[in-house]
């Protein structure tokens, strides 16, 4: 199949299976275990079952609510001025939360084509179809579709966002101009889009052609620097985070938010004061109890497993990330010194690393914003499983004139036959 009909096919495909998901949930919301929103709201008989709220959505609802009315915002509903926007924008305009819903599907499916550029550029057309229809698949990440929360358009986004932030390399300055916008949006939706342009960042000094590494640990200071007067000067990142209470969080050994079976004994602090310096003499003093809640917090993370959950939801949790995550370690090994993988890296590295320094959810949605880059890897895992049998196979019964590799990235040499 030559790789235009494979792109065509693949995505369509994954269109398809999306789409399904979508349909299933929003006809049987009760499938997932993620409770619904039971708070007093004026809105909240008014939407149908399928559309689903949790203890967020007032955040977002009455953020847009104040917007709409000229009030300020209240808490931490700044730190999500984006969503709040859609969110404005949806009521304004009739659209209601149906509209939200509808918003975030249609740009889960402007995800896929990214998603599959990534794939390719990775490991070559096999790798980009392979991913997409693994994504598309995968029924825990699209029922958040039908949430009215920043989880589903945060994480579609970010696929658009890092697949934007590969091709400027290679297509000219206003590709590379446009990544700027594109930082700031991201960010809008949820605060953890600010780790994304740190990491990238990171990435890009150290990876900078023929700079000394003292001009490579300057420009890290200088990072460093930057990103912490963001926070201070940003009120609504800054708030965002005071209200997160990371600082207790620590102390209190907190692994799953707000699940005391997960926490872990810590050492007594000296000061329970919400004390950023503190905290940093906390954690030298402590090394080794703070690097074991970080590995519980990271293990939370990737473990995906959860008491709360039904058995079924966690056999199905089982029987879908081991293979994928064991899949991923060839396809790593193959790919981890091309620019674009080191890219998916680096924006992996972010997301867990704000989970190892704060801690996991209980319905573990912050593994689903960086998941599809992570697949990228499984698929060309899996990609190169599929050519090593074949070229098996071939070697058994004799490879056929004509024959051709049509894996990687250089795909397109003819094999020679004997």
């Given at each position: 199949?030559?790789?235009?009909?494979?792109?065509?096919?693949?995505?369509?495909?994954?269109?398809?299976?999306?789409?399904?998901?979508?349909?299933?949930?929003?006809?049987?919301?009760?499938?997932?275990?993620?409770?619904?929103?039971?708070?007093?709201?004026?809105?909240?008989?008014?939407?149908?079952?399928g559309i689903r709220m949790a203890g967020d959505t007032p955040r977002y609802?009455?953020?847009?609510?104040?917007?709409?009315?000229?009030?300020?915002?209240?808490?931490?509903?700044?730190?999500?001025?984006?969503?709040?926007?859609?969110?404005?924008?949806?009521?304004?305009?009739?659209?209601?939360?149906?509209?939200?819903?509808?918003?975030?599907?249609?740009?889960?499916?402007?995800?896929?084509?990214?998603?599959?550029?990534?794939?390719?550029?990775?490991?070559?057309?096999?790798?980009?179809?392979?991913?997409?229809?693994?994504?598309?698949?995968?029924?825990?990440?699209?029922?958040?579709?039908?949430?009215?929360?920043?989880?589903?358009?945060?994480?579609?986004?970010?696929?658009?966002?890092?697949?934007?932030?590969?091709?400027?390399?290679?297509?000219?300055?206003?590709?590379?101009?446009?990544?700027?916008?594109?930082?700031?949006?991201?960010?809008?939706?949820?605060?953890?889009?600010?780790?994304?342009?740190?990491?990238?960042?990171?990435?890009?000094?150290?990876?900078?052609?023929?700079?000394?590494?003292?001009?490579?640990?300057?420009?890290?200071?200088?990072?460093?620097?930057?990103?912490?007067?963001?926070?201070?000067?940003?009120?609504?990142?800054?708030?965002?985070?005071?209200?997160?209470?990371?600082?207790?969080?620590?102390?209190?050994?907190?692994?799953?938010?707000?699940?005391?079976?997960?926490?872990?004994?810590?050492?007594?602090?000296?000061?329970?004061?919400?004390?950023?310096?503190?905290?940093?003499?906390?954690?030298?003093?402590?090394?080794?109890?703070?690097?074991?809640?970080?590995?519980?917090?990271?293990?939370?993370?990737?473990?995906?497993?959860?008491?709360?959950?039904?058995?079924?939801?966690?056999?199905?949790?089982?029987?879908?990330?081991?293979?994928?995550?064991?899949?991923?370690?060839?396809?790593?090994?193959?790919?981890?010194?091309?620019?674009?993988?080191?890219?998916?890296?680096?924006?992996?590295?972010?997301?867990?690393?704000?989970?190892?320094?704060?801690?996991?959810?209980?319905?573990?949605?912050?593994?689903?914003?960086?998941?599809?880059?992570?697949?990228?890897?499984?698929?060309?895992?899996?990609?190169?499983?599929?050519?090593?049998?074949?070229?098996?196979?071939?070697?058994?019964?004799?490879?056929?004139?004509?024959?051709?590799?049509?894996g990687g990235p250089g795909a397109g040499r003819r094999r020679k036959t004997?």
């Open positions: 199949m030559d790789e235009a009909r494979l792109r065509r096919t693949s995505l369509g495909l994954a269109v398809a299976l999306l789409a399904g998901w979508v349909g299933v949930f929003l006809c049987r919301p009760g499938l997932h275990a993620e409770g619904g929103y039971a708070g007093n709201a004026p809105w909240r008989d008014q939407v149908p079952r609802v009455h953020g847009a609510e104040n917007l709409l009315a000229g009030e300020p915002w209240e808490e931490k509903e700044g730190s999500y001025v984006g969503y709040v926007v859609l969110v404005a924008a949806c009521l304004r305009t009739g659209a209601g939360l149906y509209g939200v819903v509808a918003f975030q599907i249609l740009v889960a499916f402007l995800a896929l084509p990214c998603l599959y550029g990534l794939g390719r550029r990775v490991g070559g057309p096999g790798t980009g179809a392979l991913a997409v229809l693994l994504h598309a698949a995968n029924p825990d990440p699209a029922v958040w579709h039908t949430f009215i929360l920043t989880d589903s358009l945060y994480a579609s986004s970010l696929i658009v966002f890092v697949w934007l932030y590969v091709e400027a390399w290679d297509r000219g300055w206003w590709w590379r101009v446009s990544v700027v916008p594109a930082t700031v949006v991201l960010a809008s939706i949820r605060p953890n889009g600010w780790i994304v342009p740190v990491a990238l960042g990171v990435h890009a000094i150290l990876t900078a052609g023929r700079w000394s590494w003292r001009l490579r640990l300057a420009c890290l200071t200088g990072l460093g620097v930057l990103g912490l007067a963001t926070v201070v000067g940003l009120s609504g990142l800054r708030r965002g985070i005071e209200a997160e209470h990371p600082i207790q969080m620590l102390y209190q050994g907190e692994v799953v938010w707000r699940s005391a079976p997960w926490r872990l004994q810590m050492p007594a602090p000296e000061t329970t004061d919400e004390d950023w310096l503190a905290a940093g003499v906390y954690i030298l003093r402590h090394p080794v109890a703070c690097a074991r809640l970080a590995a519980a917090r990271m293990g939370a993370l990737f473990g995906r497993v959860r008491p709360a959950h039904s058995l079924k939801h966690n056999l199905l949790v089982l029987c879908i990330y081991p293979p994928l995550y064991l899949l991923a370690i060839p396809g790593l090994r193959g790919a981890w010194r091309r620019r674009e993988a080191q890219i998916l890296l680096a924006v992996i590295a972010g997301h867990v690393l704000t989970v190892m320094l704060t801690f996991d959810d209980q319905n573990g949605r912050f593994f689903l914003y960086f998941w599809p880059e992570l697949l990228v890897f499984s698929a060309a895992g899996a990609a190169g499983l599929l050519r090593s049998t074949s070229a098996a196979e071939l070697g058994e019964g004799g490879a056929s004139p004509g024959s051709g590799d049509t004997t």
